[in-house]
């Protein structure tokens, strides 16, 4: 199966740019990190609050997701067109072997700037299973996007890269578009219902249609 495949039967028109909570009926935005300031006093980075954040994306994404369950990893990749081919999962990958089975397809450039035309998106998928992948990596990766934290999503030459984690298992969709927030979108909120009443504290909105 590839993604678009699936997509077209699960989730009718969703495009996988931010934001998918915005484009879809059923779904749980999160606000992450507590209110705790990115910066101290004196500008360091503060380093407790991405601890909050890395914890809380992991819970989600345990709640979420089982290690066995059958999962795309997908990922847009923003970059100039005459630019060569960008890698992007390597660091993240167990199994080098995943590397043959990346999809790739390249689309317009989705946002609005100066000389969009120069630009385009690169969007990687690849269907595993979360035992196949270094989590914990990729979520602090996600959310190290403003900041100079490692890890990093590497090979940008634009805007850093989005990542989705869409479980076909269970027909959920994940996002963590920076430390300040992930969305989680479902094709029936009972789905997801157990994740909003546990961690109701985090949720910034949600929907229930």
């Given at each position: 199966m590839k993604i678009m495949e699936y997509m077209e039967e699960r989730f009718q028109n969703l495009e996988f740019i931010?934001?998918?909570?915005?484009?879809?009926?059923?779904?749980?935005?999160?606000?992450?990190?507590?209110?705790?300031y990115q910066l101290k006093a004196n500008e360091e980075l503060?380093?407790?609050?991405?601890?909050?954040v890395y914890e809380q994306t992991s819970i989600i994404f345990n709640e979420l997701f089982e290690q066995n369950d059958d999962i795309f990893l997908?990922?847009?990749?923003?970059?100039?067109?005459?630019?060569?081919?960008?890698?992007?999962?390597?660091?993240?990958?167990?199994?080098?072997?995943?590397l043959n089975q990346i999809m790739v397809k390249t689309y317009p450039y989705p946002f609005e700037?100066?000389?969009?035309?120069?630009?385009?998106?690169?969007?990687?998928?690849?269907?595993?299973?979360?035992?196949?992948?270094?989590?914990?990596?990729?979520?602090?990766?996600?959310?190290n996007e403003d900041f100079p934290q490692k890890?990093?999503?590497?090979?940008?030459?634009?805007?850093?890269?989005?990542?989705?984690?869409?479980?076909?298992?269970k027909d959920i969709i994940f996002f963590i578009y920076d430390d300040r927030g992930c969305e989680v979108i479902a094709l029936d909120f009972k789905r997801i219902r157990s994740l909003y009443e546990k961690y109701h504290d985090w949720v910034e909105e949600y929907k229930c249609m």
């Open positions: 931010p934001s998918i909570y915005n484009q879809w009926g059923t779904g749980i935005h999160f606000c992450l990190g507590e209110n705790i503060n380093l407790k609050m991405f601890r909050v997908v990922t847009n990749m923003y970059k100039h067109k005459k630019k060569e081919k960008l890698k992007v999962y390597q660091p993240f990958l167990k199994c080098k072997n995943h700037i100066n000389k969009a035309e120069e630009y385009e998106m690169q969007q990687f998928s690849l269907l595993c299973k979360p035992r196949d992948l270094r989590v914990t990596e990729l979520l602090k990766a996600a959310s890890p990093k999503f590497g090979g940008y030459s634009i805007d850093y890269p989005d990542v989705f984690f869409v479980n076909i298992t």
